[in-house]
């Protein structure tokens, strides 16, 4: 068998471990026979159609460098928001394949979510209409742990781990003063509610807290919130509230457009507020002589590495790693997905399912992992999320901050 | 000498290392053969008063649970914020003298800052003026670094390491794309802007940002902050800017004061808006075709123990002790203070001051600490703080989470 070159890309938002799945890449590249060269294009296809492609067996010919890429967060390579054409513009796509010949590409594979696995997709089905050999492949990743055809995504652990871990931290914060309170803390997804219901996990036997949990997959009702929230207050001084970004009410509208005009600032701008802000309003507004304060976990809960959950990490090389075995024996148009296996024991089995089946669909969580108020989770839910965040990551530390590495 | 037991408490606002010179007192007076019992006050001298008290040696009989209180955040006490009447209005202070007597109390051990340190100054001026016996002394305590007399403040080189750390984290995850984007981060700090101050770690070879830091201490000016984003652009694309929640213009008003009546929002209530999210409006009004985000660090640069500074828990630990060795020297009326000595290595020497010298004011950041233009610090301010952010801590986990104690 001919050796061949591998291009890899990183797209999308960053997560704790994306960089664990190109690490995945490399060193199962470089152990293989089959591989000559593993090429990363710098901010994904919209780099690499500006020509921006680095050599990454040279760019980590020291192992240890190696080593500290698991421990980087962000994304090594750099991203893109770039949504390719229909095929049938086949300009951009003569382009890309060109350059593809011209570094001796036999696979590419592409780290991301569900608009990174439209690109391989469409790159794929590109391929197989004009009969090129090279395999396309897409390797899972986003901390929002939508894409359908997988268990789960690797990134979504860690930021479960992080936020669930940052819930608890602020729930026994807010309650070392003797009084009432209520925080609301506001956390990422815009359509799925999957980080938010993973906040359940900072729940135990003397956290109680978040006694509410309100998910994009339920509609919600600000009476009803206010409602909630006074009866929470009744059994427990100390009130922390989930909520994601994406709450919407009965009719789809987005909660945290709900201020509109009305909150034009100084400087003429709206939409500053985010869904947190107007729900501690509501608090504030209908539950006098109660300490109200919002939180949002914004970037913290993907751009920090130092809570990201060991097993998250494990997988996510893996899921690189077999990317790579796959385009060795010849496998394209496809994404690596993970299987959990029956029984008490978790395990995972990676699998290829179809990548075109998989781009531009979102995985909700679904209604019967939702209790019947709308306001929290069920054991079912805990079952599926708390092997995800298990295991610690050693991390190596330089003059008192984590070290990382960085592309020149 | 005649045995006495100690009480001690936890006041103000939580810190990743308070529990660390809990752990120092309790472990010092379990250790002393002329302390009894080790009381603690729950919720501090509010809860002492409502006769809220617990045998610390009955609670920590076990070693290994003794050893989780360091890793443990916020307060494990409970705290209050709970000012003390001047000292001739004597009910109050009758009242908790009795209840002194009754449990025995030979020293009280008070871990705080600047209003705690407030309340052990006025309990030692009673005591003093009335002829007890009893020894207050002060052990510090906040994420702020702003009290006097002591070269830091334990609590702040955690909360330094933290913002630290996750500016740079931001930093790598803005800089993902390839863009022209503004972050701006709002830091801890009212009146002293030692936290942001901080944030000037977070440079490294690579990393650039913060670009600019606002601090209390300089005046700021709207106009000269988006003339200076707008030069920090030119430089580079990715541009962090750290700001102090307590920037104040040149008249002392407080920035996040401005949007006053013009932000009351649907409900009525104003102030929902911090100063980093008018930084965020004055760029998008100023500065076109950037993208712009704020991020309120908020409660998290306090509550998480996970970045705690290795140094920073040590010596956490050794101001309890210290103030348990000074109460058995019978020593009284006074803070425990830091002292760096002079020299190239990092060293710290234990010293005790009068408490009344301490409570109710405040350190500020030294004018030759901060740049001339008011938007960096100096290379001075920067081997100050660099020793106290170094040494990890091992964290012990139990179910992919911190594992922790709590009162019962």
Chains 1, 2 share one sequence.
Not at 42 to 47: H, Q, R, T, V
Not at 185 to 190: A, P, Q, T
Not at 261 to 281: I, M, N
Request: proline share 3%.
């Amino acid at each position: 068998m001919q050796k061949f070159n591998i291009l890899v890309g990183q797209s999308g938002g960053p997560t704790a471990v994306i960089n664990c799945s190109l690490y995945g890449v490399i060193k199962e590249a470089l152990e293989s026979e089959q591989i000559d060269k593993v090429y990363g294009m710098k901010n994904g296809i919209e780099g690499f159609l500006r020509g921006e492609i680095m050599d990454l067996g040279e760019a980590f010919s020291d192992p240890d460098r190696l080593e500290l890429l698991k421990q980087t967060p962000a994304a090594y390579l750099g991203s893109c928001r770039y949504k390719l054409p229909p095929i049938d513009e086949t300009e951009i796509y003569e382009e890309m394949f060109d350059k593809f010949r011209q570094y001796g590409i036999g696979a590419f594979l592409y780290i991301g979510g569900n608009d990174s696995m439209d690109t391989a997709g469409k790159l794929s089905a590109y391929a197989r209409r004009h009969g090129s050999d090279i395999c396309f492949l897409g390797v899972p990743k986003t901390i929002d742990n939508d894409l359908v055809g997988t268990d789960h995504t690797p990134g979504y652990g860690s930021a479960a781990k992080y936020i669930a871990s940052t819930v608890r931290d602020i729930s026994i914060d807010a309650g070392v003063y003797d009084l009432k309170s209520v925080t609301i803390v506001e956390i990422m997804g815009r359509h799925a509610g999957w980080l938010c219901a993973a906040s359940a996990l900072a729940r135990n036997e003397h956290v109680h807290n978040p006694m509410l949990i309100y998910l994009p997959e339920s509609p919600f009702h600000m009476d009803r919130f206010v409602e909630n929230v006074r009866e929470a207050l009744e059994k427990e001084s100390n009130v922390v509230v989930c909520v994601s970004e994406g709450i919407r009410d009965e009719d789809h509208n987005l909660i945290c457009e709900y201020k509109g005009k009305a909150d034009v600032d100084g400087f003429g701008h709206k939409k500053l507020t985010g869904a947190a802000k107007l729900l501690e309003a509501a608090v504030m507004a209908n539950i006098p002589g109660v300490k109200c304060r919002s939180i949002e976990l914004s970037l913290l809960q993907r751009s920090s590495s130092v809570l990201a959950s060991g097993r998250d990490r494990e997988e996510a090389e893996q899921v690189g790693r077999f990317a790579v075995k796959s385009a060795v024996n010849g496998e394209s148009h496809q994404m690596v997905c993970m299987e959990r296996a029956e029984g008490e024991s978790y395990r995972i089995d990676y699998v290829l399912k179809e990548v075109a089946d998989i781009g531009n669909k979102e995985k909700m969580i679904p209604s019967w992992w939702i209790t019947k108020e709308g306001t929290d989770v069920t054991e079912e839910f805990l079952d599926y999320v708390r092997p995800l965040i298990e295991g610690e990551c050693e991390m190596r530390f330089r003059d008192g901050m984590p070290e990382y590495v960085y592309r020149d």
